[in-house]
């Protein structure tokens, strides 16, 4: 054994992150797509969403996105012609294989009521984990 080897401690994942405090409900992508434009000063990126919360989202796209910056997002119907747009601050992104993940939290919630599609969604994801029960 080699005296002056010492093992690297490894990061403790709950003080990288800080925890969820509300739900997130993924979207159905194989039925429902839905495209989002992170609008930038400078450039506008493309992609669709991940998954969502009233206070945050997750975006999937085809080209690197960088975090800490601020942005316009901009989410469009699948099947309407609805927008939905929040000011947010990309806090972090995962790269998996070519897809790049990028998450965010909004200025101001998103309701989840049935007044956006976004909020539909929310309603009809809850409604049916809850009869998974």
């Not at 434009?37 to 085809?62: F, K, M, N, P």
């Not at 601020?70 to 947010?88: D, F, K, P």
Request: charged share 25%.
């Amino acid at each position: 054994m080699n005296p002056w080897f010492r093992p690297k401690s490894k990061p403790d994942g709950s003080k990288l992150r800080p925890k969820r405090r509300e739900p997130r409900y993924t979207v159905p992508v194989l039925s429902v797509r839905i495209t989002a434009e992170l609008i930038t000063t400078t450039r506008t990126y493309h992609g669709i969403l991940w998954d969502i919360s009233t206070r945050g989202a997750c975006v999937q796209s085809y080209v690197p996105i960088p975090t800490g910056i601020s942005c316009t997002l901009r989410l469009h119907q699948h099947a309407g012609s609805q927008v939905i747009e929040r000011e947010a601050r990309l806090l972090w992104s995962d790269d998996v294989m070519r897809a790049h993940y990028v998450g965010m939290s909004f200025d101001e919630p998103i309701p989840v009521d049935s007044s956006t599609f976004l909020g539909t969604l929310m309603l009809n994801a809850r409604s049916s984990q809850d009869g998974a029960e």
